[in-house]
Structure formats: C-alpha cells, structure tokens
C-alpha cells in the first residue's frame, strides 16, 4: 500500500493551493471530486457539496485513497475531515497534483 504523496500538516508546501483551500474549501472539494471522477465539475457537485461539505469531503478523501491504493479505512477518514478538515483538502489537493490528475484543484491547470 501507498502513502499520501504529502503529509497532513504539509499545507504550506504550496502556498497558492494552501490559501485556495483555506479561502475556498467547498470549490476545491467540488473540483476535486469531479476530478476524482474523470469528469468536468458540474451543478450536481455543487448541491451535494452544499448541503453535506463533511459527508462528500470524507467521500472524495475515500475516493483518492482507493484509487491511488493508500492505506487507511473509511472511519479513518471521516475523523481525518472531521478534526483537520482545511488540512485535508490540501493534501487532497497535492495528491492529485502529484498523480498528474488535472485540474486537481481549483484555479489549477
């Protein structure tokens, strides 16, 4: 099994992805989730994002981590999102960067 490309506490790796995440956190989950899924961000991300930013932060952190075979377990996740959540989408974030996955985030290439 793999590991996170960065480590939890490494936000300030990238400050522009940094300050993204913090000023806009819902927008880079939507991003990222629609990333995840091979696809553009569409209105449905939004709606689902808006309503439960928790439930589909821990979904889509579920989702990398599947996809990208990096160990951990559902309810490790949610409590991740749970006390860390601006942390996690950075590193959500970084790891679909490093992956080559675009745009792995908002205002990203």
């Known amino acids: 099994m793999a590991n996170w490309e960065q480590g939890l506490c ?11 995440s913090y000023l806009w956190p819902q927008l880079q989950v939507m991003q990222q989730r629609a990333t995840v899924d091979g696809r553009q ?10 309503l439960c930013f928790p439930c589909v932060t821990c979904l889509t952190r579920s989702q990398i981590r599947e996809k990208h075979g990096i160990e951990g377990s559902g309810v490790m996740d949610c409590l ?10 950075h590193q959500q974030t970084m790891q679909l960067q490093a992956k080559g996955e ?8």
Do not use: H, W
């Open 102 to 109: 675009k745009p792995s985030g908002l205002f990203m290439n």
């Open 10 to 20: 490494d936000c300030t790796s990238d400050i522009r992805v940094c300050c993204i």
């Open 80 to 89: 991740t999102v749970c006390y860390c959540t601006l942390c996690v989408i």
């Open 41 to 50: 961000c569409e209105i449905t991300d939004c709606i689902f994002t808006a």
